[in-house]
């Protein structure tokens, strides 16, 4: 192997990777023992690659293997006290940061991770429902109404005046007309968006809106409703066919945008530069591809750690 940098950092990598896997033998334990003191260079870098692995988010599973390596192999008392407490923390962090979603999921009918999903009513009505959202659905022989709990869904909707089709996210109220609309409410503001036809929508305190094609309707609490019109119809809902148009990001939220349908998990490390802004079509079942796009804009460096886990520094 050449005494260069980014094979140093790839084989610390390696190592790192054998440990988490909790299986590492004693003869690839006298191997890694080796290599590192084999030059200070090496070292070096695997004190950095660690201090890298450490930032990602570990499950308590893999901290376990981690623990359960460097206990079985080193008997090192201190640093396998340091990993009981490190497994206790990532797990109690898992049931604090986790308990909102499980009560999302109970109350949905749909919920996707990744991927984006479409779903068929029995009124021959189609959702497509984005990555990471949820909602749920309530038909009644009068009304048809759902719910969207969380993230992004594009409606086409079969009209019925005798059952009405409504949907709510968060305070607003969508009554449809007959159409194809976006609804949003990963964040504040919701907001809706009409690609055909017209909907009606209603928030409390405030007065009863009609958006007609092409048209979208931002709501917050504490401003007034904010209407866009002359929309290009090809970039409403354009991840419902498997396309992020982004217009003018920062690269934080591109980051963060196309984290969202990325099999694994990405990671942006520091600042990124604030000057920098992201505009382009991305696939989103080629996320990778895009993040090397956003990489290279930005010029930041991206590693990656096998297929799932990418990281932007």
């Excluded at 050449?2 to 590492?24: C, V």
């Excluded at 033998?25 to 950095?48: I, M, N, S, V, Y």
Aim: hydrophobic share 40%.
């Amino acid at each position: 192997m050449n005494d260069n940098t980014p094979d140093i950092a790839q084989t610390a990598r390696h190592w790192i990777i054998r440990m988490a896997s909790g299986n590492m033998t004693e003869a690839e334990l006298e191997q890694f023992h080796t290599w590192r003191k084999a030059a200070p260079e090496h070292e070096k870098e695997f004190q950095k690659e660690c201090k890298l692995w450490r930032s990602l988010t570990v499950s308590p599973t893999q901290a376990q293997a981690v623990r359960l390596t460097w206990h079985r192999k080193t008997k090192r008392r201190r640093l396998k006290t340091a990993f009981v407490s490190f497994t206790v923390l990532a797990a109690s962090f898992a049931v604090i940061f986790y308990a909102p979603l499980v009560k999302l999921w109970l109350q949905a009918d749909q919920w996707t991770g990744t991927t984006i999903q479409t779903i068929s009513l029995e009124d021959g009505s189609r959702v497509v429902l984005d990555s990471e959202s949820a909602l749920s659905i309530q038909y009644t022989p009068t009304q048809r109404h759902i719910t969207l709990l969380r993230g992004n869904a594009f409606f086409d909707v079969k009209h019925d005046p005798s059952r009405p089709f409504q949907v709510t996210a968060s305070t607003v109220t969508i009554n449809d007309v007959g159409t194809q609309f976006e609804v949003r409410n990963d964040h504040a503001p919701v907001t809706i968006t009409v690609k055909e036809g017209i909907v009606d929508v209603a928030a409390p305190h405030e007065a009863s809106v009609r958006l007609r094609a092409h048209e979208r309707l931002a709501y917050q609490h504490t401003t007034p409703p904010l209407i866009e019109d002359n929309l290009n119809p090809d970039d409403i809902a354009a991840w419902s066919h498997g396309e992020l148009v982004l217009e003018n990001a920062t690269v934080a939220d591109a980051v963060t945008i196309l984290s969202r349908y990325h099999k694994g998990a990405v990671y942006l490390l520091g600042s990124a530069p604030s000057t920098t802004r992201i505009s382009g079509i991305f696939r989103t079942d080629q996320t990778n591809d895009a993040l090397t796009t956003i990489a290279a804009t930005a010029k930041l460096k991206m590693r990656t750690f096998s297929k799932y886990i990418v990281v932007l520094e």
